[in-house]
Every structure is written in C-alpha cells, then in structure tokens.
C-alpha cells in the first residue's frame, strides 16, 4: 500500500494540491451547498470535520482515472442526483456514523462519501463499498484498480 500512497500523493502535487492547501471560503461556500441542497430533499445533513477538512484541502482538484481516458474524480461534494441523500442517511443509519459527501467520478457517475471516523466509502449504482480508512488508502484504493471491498463489511 505504500507504494499506491506515494503514487496517490504524486497524483495530488500533479493536480496542484500541496500539504497547506487550503481553498478558505470556497470550501464553506461547497460545503453549505451541499447541506442546503440535502434539506431541499427533505433530510437534514450534518456538517462533519472529517469533510470539511478533506474539502478544505482538497476541493476542486480534479485527478484523472487511468485506464477511463478523460475521466476524472472530481474532489467536491457538489454534485449528486435526486434521491441521494436519502442513501446517504440508509448508509450512516448502518454505519451507525454520520457520512457527508467529498468527490465523485465522472466515469460512473458514483459518490464519494467520509464518516466522522474518517473513512471513506463509493456509492456504485452496485451498491457501497468501502474505499479506505484515510483519503489517502481511498485515493490508492481508487488508482491502484481492483475490486473494492463491501461497505456491509462495516456496518454496525
């Protein structure tokens, strides 16, 4: 694994992220988009630190996915469908931990998602799975290709 982190970490420097990035009000603006949007669909979503920090750091890169041509993970909690959120709530039901939104793909159109505790999970048109404890074992899981381990795994 640290192999695919250092890979992972290159992939970031590549894309402009640096370890004090920090994109300030641009973060905040995505962030209470994304609750707004949730409370329009009638779920109330929680702001956790675990997302703001990661979309502080990271929001609005976009890293491209190998082997799906101009197909990128785009680092936002911005974009989703109707209904989503109402997964969400089922997904942080089971985890018995809340989720929030931080990226999704344009090749599968699926989520990206971080719990209170920090690890990340996708949210597949299959189902969830689980894509790391951190963002960088998400982001190695992500690049390094291979099946990804059921979500259910985690559930409580």
Same mark, same amino acid.
């Given at each position: 694994?640290?192999?695919?982190? =250092?890979?992972v970490? *290159?992939?970031l420097i590549?894309?402009?992220?640096t370890?004090d990035r920090d994109?300030?009000?641009r973060?905040d603006e995505?962030?209470?988009? =994304?609750?707004a949007?949730? *409370?329009?669909?009638?779920v109330?979503?929680?702001e956790?630190?675990? &997302?703001s *920090?990661?979309?502080? =750091?990271?929001?609005?890169?976009?890293?491209?996915?190998? +082997?799906?041509?101009?197909s990128?993970? !785009?680092?936002?909690?911005t974009?989703?469908y !109707?209904?989503?959120?109402?997964?969400?709530?089922e997904?942080?039901t089971?985890?018995n931990?809340? !989720?929030f939104?931080?990226?999704?793909?344009?090749?599968?159109?699926?989520?990206?998602?971080?719990?209170?505790?920090?690890?990340f999970?996708?949210?597949h048109?299959?189902?969830?799975?689980?894509?790391?404890h951190?963002?960088?074992?998400?982001l &190695? =899981?992500?690049f +390094?290709?291979g099946?990804?381990?059921?979500?259910?795994?985690y559930? !409580?």
């Open positions: 694994m640290t192999a695919h982190i =250092s890979g970490h *290159r992939l590549d894309a402009g992220w370890p994109i300030g009000s973060a995505m962030i209470q988009s =994304s609750i949007d949730a *409370r329009r669909q009638g109330e979503l929680e956790l630190d675990t &997302a *920090r990661f979309i502080h =750091s990271y929001g609005d890169l976009e890293l491209q996915l190998p +082997g799906f041509g101009e990128r993970l !785009v680092l936002s909690p974009a989703g !109707v209904g989503d959120v109402e997964d969400f709530a997904l942080a089971s985890l931990c809340p !989720v939104q931080v990226a999704y793909d344009t090749h599968e159109f699926g989520l990206w998602l971080v719990d209170a505790r920090g690890r999970f996708y949210h048109h299959t189902g969830w799975y689980f894509l790391g951190n963002e960088y074992e998400a &190695a =899981s992500a +390094g290709g099946l990804l381990p059921d979500a259910e795994d559930f !409580v």
